[in-house]
Nanobody, 122 residues
């Protein structure tokens, strides 16, 4: 059974930082690209960062480029999202998921974690 457990969210002021973690289980973690997604109220879920299975290459949405860093530890089955210079528009629920290589298409579209809330005040 696929399990994704996100943590590390919180409330911060603009300009602050947070580090999100996502612990994955139930599938061969190191075989898959991983993505971080976010969903703000009344908006579609969007992919913000993606990392290759070996962790050697990353890609970011334009809105977070230069501020967010995705990384992974395959020994711990965990993916991270370091978020710096946070802005109010980063406020959202954040989720992780294994994704099809080179895309933000979830491998297991029916298996999402509970997410972790990030709230940035101005």
């Amino acid at each position: 059974q696929v399990q994704l457990v996100e943590s590390g969210g919180g409330s911060v002021q603009a300009g602050g930082s947070l580090r999100l973690s996502c612990a994955a289980s139930g599938y061969p973690f190191s075989n898959y690209y991983m993505g971080w997604f976010r969903q703000a109220p009344d908006k579609e879920r969007e992919g913000v960062a993606r990392i290759t299975s070996g962790g050697t290459s990353t890609i970011y949405a334009d809105s977070v480029k230069g501020r967010f860093t995705i990384s992974r530890d395959n020994a711990k089955n965990t993916v991270y999202l370091q978020m710096n210079s946070l802005k109010p528009e980063d406020t959202a629920m954040y989720y992780c998921s294994p994704v099809v290589a080179g895309t933000f298409v979830p491998i297991f579209p029916n298996d999402w974690g509970q997410g972790t809330q990030v709230t940035v005040s101005s």
